[in-house]
Antibody
């Protein structure tokens, strides 16, 4: 069955960077994209960025342009999201999800990123 | 502030029908972009409930249905059950930027 397994919780200081991984299994990795979505405590869902696993094309939400980078290791069926210059309002659960035709079919379990001095 | 607008909360009695509305604009739903719905139980990851306006993934009961008209969409839940209590999010995409856009979420309470 399709599974997306994310890396564990992270605690960072303001100004630092974080890199979250998302390992896919149960399907042909290069046939789908990966979107990243975050959810601040008590808040709704916010789309961060997308990467196509076939050709590495990317699309970043304007809000995160210049601070986020998505990469892939297709040999390991794994996607990565790096977020830099962290602020306290970046504290959130970050989800990866398999993206097909602009909808998110399967989700990872989420990774809590806490930014605090 | 979310791009798509949803009511913060809805409620209903067991067995009743509830409808959650989602309003977009001419740059997303009104441009013909499909609407998708997710269910999120607190503390868990979201789960795809409806895709492509009115399609259910395998395993989703037919008590859940979706529709789209103009710049709006709706999710209907019939035969309300206690385990339907969750947050529901609509999602579409911007027709020009291809950015995914979400509603702010609707908390469903089964009374």
């Amino acid at each position: 069955q399709v599974q997306l397994m994310q890396s564990g919780a992270e605690a960072k200081k303001p100004g630092a960077s974080v890199k979250v991984s998302c390992k896919a299994s149960g399907y042909n990795f290069i046939n789908y994209g990966i979107s990243w979505v975050r959810q601040a405590p008590g808040q709704g869902l916010e789309w961060v960025a997308w990467i196509g696993a076939f050709n590495g094309n990317k699309n970043y939400a304007q809000k995160f342009q210049g601070r986020v980078t998505l990469t892939l290791d297709t040999s390991a069926s794994t996607g990565y999201m790096e977020l830099r210059s962290l602020r306290s309002d970046d504290t959130a659960v970050y989800y990866c999800a398999r993206d097909r035709d602009y909808h998110l079919q399967h989700w990872g379990q989420g990774t809590l990123v806490t930014v605090s001095s | 502030q979310s791009i798509l607008t949803q009511p913060p909360s809805v409620s209903g009695l067991p067995g009743q029908r509830v409808t959650i509305f989602c309003t977009g604009s001419i740059s997303n739903i009104g441009a013909g972009s499909d609407v998708h719905w997710y269910q999120q139980v607190p503390g868990k990851a979201p789960k795809l409930l409806i895709y492509g306006n009115n399609n259910r993934p395998s395993g989703v009961p037919d008590r859940f249905s979706g529709s789209r008209s103009g710049s709006s969409a709706s999710l209907a839940i019939t035969g309300l059950q206690g385990d339907d209590e969750a947050d529901y999010y609509c999602q579409s995409h911007d027709s020009r930027s291809s950015d995914l856009v979400f509603g702010g979420g609707t908390r469903l309470t089964v009374l």
